[in-house]
Nanobody, 124 residues
Framework: VQLQASGGGLVQPGDSLRLSCAAS????????MGWFRQAPGKEREFVAV????????YYTDSVKGRFTISRDNAKNTVYLQMNSLKPEDTAVYYC??????????????????WGQGTLVTVSS
């Protein structure tokens, strides 16, 4: 399975971005999909997850109300809509796939496949 993340860039505080993650080589529609991020000098942290049906979604507290995760199984793609961006959202964002398709997880260790990351920089 290959995951290709895209959509990052340099934006100002308060702006929006939409990240995309396209999957190939596997059965995307059966995977739970997550987004993680890693800021400079920090560990990679959980951001959001959506289960394989799209019916279960979970966010880390710092992005609730600002970020929205969604998926299009017909396009093998998961999205992360990020609104009201803050400087503390600056990080490399990674998508990841959990092929087990069981309960949604916030733990990096539960994910089997990772994308290469896309850089989001929020700065004035």
């Amino acid at each position: 399975v290959q995951l290709q993340a895209s959509g990052g860039g340099l934006v100002q505080p308060g702006d929006s971005l939409r990240l995309s993650c396209a999957a190939s080589g596997g059965t995307f529609s059966t995977y739970n999909m997550g987004w993680f991020r890693q800021a400079p000098g920090k560990e990679r942290e959980f951001v959001a997850v959506i289960n394989w049906t799209g019916g279960r979604i979970y966010y880390t507290d710092s992005v609730k109300g600002r970020f929205t995760i969604s998926r299009d199984n017909a396009k093998n793609t998961v999205y992360l809509q990020m609104n009201s961006l803050k400087p503390e959202d600056t990080a490399v964002y990674y998508c990841a796939a959990d092929r087990k398709g069981m309960g949604v997880s916030t733990s990096r260790g539960e994910y089997d496949y990772w994308g290469q990351g896309t850089l989001v920089t929020v700065s004035s």
